[in-house]
């Protein structure tokens, strides 16, 4: 589920509790959680609903000044049933915490080996990462092997 950062913003905020889609089915299911710019955001409910049922309130609530401007958004998608999508704000992005972590712990790097040899059928990437490891300087250390590669190393690393 994709939002602009103003409805990002206001689900934050707690102004923005509901969204509404045209799917064929829905892309997001209740206790679901997104990870955005702002944080990590929720999914409390998701149904079906008659679009003729949706109320001014509603629109409001999903971040829309009138039925209408709702409607126009939602109906840029022709095909599908509309459905309502309840959400809040959850926490702050993990990432970003992750993101400032420069160093693993020995058993941090036991445990990305592991989920890389689980990944890599041909194993370039545990090399690489044991490579990476034994240098302090890891940008050097990827340029020396090759940045495409140390850079996906570092992505996995901080989704671990």
């Not at 941090?108 to 989920?115: D, M, P, R, S, V």
Request: proline share 2%; glycine share 6%.
């Amino acid at each position: 589920m994709i939002f602009k950062t103003h409805q990002l913003v206001g689900i934050k905020s707690g102004a923005i509790t509901l969204a509404y889609r045209r799917w064929e089915k829905p892309n997001v299911k209740a206790g679901g959680k997104m990870k955005t710019h702002v944080g990590v955001i929720g999914v409390t409910s998701v149904e079906m609903v008659d679009e003729k049922n949706i109320t001014k309130s509603d629109a409001i609530k999903a971040g829309y000044d009138s039925v209408a401007s709702l409607m126009s958004a939602v109906n840029k998608v022709k095909t599908g049933k509309v459905y309502k999508v309840k959400v809040r704000y959850l926490s702050e992005d993990p990432r970003i915490d992750l993101r400032e972590k420069t160093e693993l712990s020995n058993e941090e790097t036991g445990k990305l080996i592991a989920k890389l040899q689980r990944l890599d059928k041909n194993p370039w990437s545990v090399g690489c990462l044991k490579h990476c490891s034994l240098s302090k300087d890891f940008p050097n250390a990827a340029q020396a092997i090759s940045q495409t590669s140390c850079r996906w190393i570092n992505l996995i690393s901080r989704s671990t």
